[in-house]
C-alpha cells in the first residue's frame, strides 16, 4: 500500500519570502500522479499543483512549483512570494495511474504566513 | 467548470437519528465519488467509493450499515450516517472524479459539519 509522510507539522514564513514543503511518499507502482492540495480556513479543499510522474519537468503555477525526485520518491512544494492569503494546511497526496483511483494523504502541513 | 456541491453545509442532530448528506456534481458528470471523514487538524480520511449504479466499496473499518452510500445518478451521491452518536461527530467531505486537461482527478465539495448532541 502506497503511503504519503510529511514530516513537518507546522511552518511559518514571513510575507514575500520563500518556503518550501515536504513530502516523500512510497510506491512500487511507475505510473502515478503526486498533488499538493491546500486547505485554508474555510476548509475547502484547493488543488494547488500536480505531477504525473512520466513527466521529468517539474510542474509550475505561478507562485508555487514543485521538486520531483522519482528516484528518491520526494515531492516538495515550493512557494515563493508567500502570501497572507496562503495561509492554510497543505496536503500532499499520491494517486494511482488506473485502478481505484483513490487519493492517499499526507498528515498535512499547517504553513502560517506571518505579515 | 468541475464544481462540487454538497447540502448541507452544517447539520445538528439528536443522538439516534439519522441525516442524510447530498453530493453533487454541478458541471459535470461523476461516475465515481468520495466520502471523506476529517477530524479536527487531522488529514481526510477516506471512508467509500461510490460508483453510480453499483455498491458503494467501503475502506477497512467503516461500518457499512451506519454509513449509507447511494450513487443513483452521475451527478448525485449521497451518504447517510444512520442512528447518529455524538462520537459520529465530524467534518465529512465528498468529492467527485473528473477529467481536465486529459487527466483525472478529484474535486471536493465544500463539507459538512455534523454535530450530534
Known amino acids: 500500500a502506497q503511503t504519503v509522510t510529511q514530516s513537518q507539522p507546522e511552518m511559518s514564513v514571513q510575507e514575500a519570502e520563500t518556503v518550501t514543503l515536504s513530502c516523500t511518499y512510497d510506491?512500487?507502482?511507475?505510473?502515478?500522479?503526486l498533488f499538493w492540495y491546500k486547505q485554508p480556513p474555510s476548509r475547502q479543499m484547493i488543488l494547488v499543483i500536480r505531477q504525473e510522474a512520466y513527466k521529468q519537468q517539474n510542474a509550475t503555477e505561478n507562485r508555487f512549483s514543485v521538486n520531483f525526485q522519482k528516484a528518491a520518491k520526494s515531492f516538495s512544494l515550493k512557494i515563493s512570494d508567500s502570501q497572507l492569503g496562503d495561509t492554510a494546511m497543505y496536503f500532499c497526496a499520491f494517486m494511482s495511474q488506473g485502478g481505484s483511483e483513490k487519493l492517499v494523504f499526507g498528515k498535512g502541513t499547517k504553513l502560517t504566513v506571518n505579515p | 467548470g468541475a464544481v462540487v456541491s454538497q447540502h448541507p453545509s452544517w447539520v445538528i442532530c439528536k443522538s439516534g437519528t439519522s441525516v442524510k448528506i447530498e453530493c453533487r456534481s454541478l458541471?459535470?458528470?461523476?461516475?465515481?465519488m468520495f466520502w471523506y471523514r476529517q477530524f479536527p487538524k487531522q488529514s481526510l480520511m477516506l471512508m467509500a467509493t461510490s460508483n453510480e449504479g453499483s455498491k458503494a466499496t467501503y475502506e477497512q473499518g467503516v461500518e457499512k450499515d451506519k454509513f449509507l452510500i447511494n450513487h443513483a445518478s452521475l451527478t448525485l451521491s449521497t451518504l447517510t450516517v444512520t442512528s447518529a452518536h455524538p462520537e459520529d461527530s465530524s467534518f465529512y467531505i465528498c468529492?467527485?472524479?473528473?477529467?481536465?486537461?486529459?487527466?483525472?482527478?478529484?474535486?471536493f465539495g465544500p463539507g459538512t459539519r455534523l454535530t450530534v448532541t
Open positions: 510506491t512500487s507502482e511507475n505510473n502515478y500522479y
Open positions: 458541471d459535470f458528470q461523476a461516475t465515481t
Open positions: 468529492s467527485a472524479r473528473g477529467r481536465t486537461s486529459g487527466i483525472y482527478e478529484q474535486y
